[in-house]
């Protein structure tokens, strides 16, 4: 489950040497900057590594293997459905007052700044408990409604045509579909692709992703989900030193849809995160659900086409590649070229170097921002000489002094274990 992450970068023109001083040392406080946010931004991209499977009876079902069951993930093809799914997500981040979620924002926030950008607001599930609503006909139509105060988001994707409306602001964004990528929910044509998993479905896909011989994987009995009968499917790393204590998926017996997603942390308590349905029908969708004509007076952004530059980053290697685009060191890193990856399985952690000089300080970050960041990490020593480790339930990020950068779903003293080995 390691991370990637890949750059690509050129600068061009001519400058004196002072004027290309000058901008290496912009660049290299900004990869300083970017870094701790980008943590929280990568941690927010990995929800789907996180629930906590509530149980509400246990069905008398037919005896199924993990294989099978998997097997019954992969062969699930529900195309039409509506519900009402609820997501709660603690990945321990600093009460600040809300200022979080503006962190959370600005690590993927697109440059025209629209509230209704799908990248920026949906990072808010990245914290704390929200109800949406979902329906799906089809590859070429979806809905996702984030249900707020007094207020709700939407995301409509109907055909080449995709909307966010925030009620709150009365901002629209609109972008279009990448209709050749022949990706993205069912098949045939893409759909715009959430920057934050959302669904227990799409949770599930991320998580299994990590499956090979570094992980267990069991048949954990029988659960009721949103009134449907379901397996448990139960996904433990065997490696210790990850931060990934479980990931338990209810699996609905009769499609095989994930009905209900929960990670828990390595070091126990509440789940990272827990989605499910809490209501769910595989009723065709009324056509109606899946219009949307911009309210008056609404303000209007139209974005790139989705897929090919859409705004902020899901946390994927080529989106945090964007955020780290023009830093000093990145050069030639094209695809996964230029990253290191530590280890294997659930204990992996990917390697970078910013080119920058470790955590800023003092006036040099600009009166308290130093430290104010600082407080947020632990400082830490050893062969590779010291650093600072910042901190969630799940990801945790290595930043050396001298800009080298160790991340994944590891502990800290993973983490420093890897930096000493690679000395």
Do not use: C
Request: net charge negative.
């Amino acid at each position: 489950m390691a991370p990637k992450a890949s750059d690509d970068t050129t600068t061009g023109g001519e400058s004196t040497g002072a004027e290309a001083d000058d901008l290496r040392l912009g660049r290299r406080k900004a990869a300083r900057y970017i870094v701790p946010v980008t943590v929280i931004g990568v941690a927010a991209a990995t929800i789907g590594l996180v629930p906590a499977l509530a149980d509400s009876g246990d069905p008398d079902l037919p005896k199924i293997t993990a294989q099978q069951l998997l097997d019954k993930i992969a062969a699930s093809d529900v195309q039409q459905l509506s519900g009402t799914v609820k997501i709660s997500t603690d990945l321990g981040l600093p009460d600040l007052g809300g200022l979080e979620s503006g962190l959370l924002s600005g690590a993927t926030q697109g440059g025209d700044g629209s509230s209704a950008d799908p990248s920026t607001k949906l990072t808010e599930l990245a914290a704390g408990t929200h109800t949406l609503r979902v329906a799906a006909d089809g590859p070429d139509r979806q809905k996702l409604s984030l249900l707020e105060n007094a207020a709700e988001y939407s995301v409509i994707h109907n055909g080449k045509d995709v909307w966010g409306y925030d009620s709150a602001s009365n901002e629209v964004y609109h972008s279009t579909a990448d209709e050749s990528s022949g990706e993205g929910a069912g098949k045939g044509s893409g759909k715009a692709e959430n920057p934050v998993p959302t669904t227990p479905k799409e949770l599930t896909e991320d998580a299994l992703k990590a499956v090979d011989d570094t992980t267990s994987v069991t048949v954990d009995g029988t659960v009721q989900v949103a009134g449907r009968d379901a397996y448990k499917l139960l996904v433990k790393p065997k490696q210790s030193g990850s931060t990934v204590g479980a990931i338990s998926v209810a699996v609905d017996a009769k499609t095989g849809l994930p009905l209900k997603f929960t990670l828990t942390p390595a070091s126990g308590g509440a789940a990272v995160v827990d989605a499910g349905f809490t209501q769910v029908s595989f009723a065709k969708p009324a056509a109606s659900t899946f219009d949307f004509t911009a309210p008056k007076g609404a303000k209007v952004t139209e974005g790139d086409e989705v897929g090919e530059s859409a705004p902020g980053h899901s946390g994927k290697s080529d989106d945090l590649a964007k955020d780290l685009e023009g830093v000093e060191g990145a050069d030639g890193l094209d695809g996964l070229d230029g990253l290191n990856v530590l280890g294997e399985g659930w204990t992996s952690v990917a390697v970078f170097d910013t080119g920058g000089e470790g955590m800023p300080s003092g006036a040099e970050a600009g009166g308290d921002l130093g430290g104010f960041l600082g407080s947020f990490g632990d400082k830490v020593t050893g062969k590779f000489g010291s650093g600072t480790v910042f901190s969630t339930r799940l990801i945790n990020a290595l930043m050396t002094d001298d800009g080298k950068v160790y991340v994944g779903a590891v502990t800290k003293d993973t983490l420093v274990k890897a930096a000493n080995a690679a000395k």
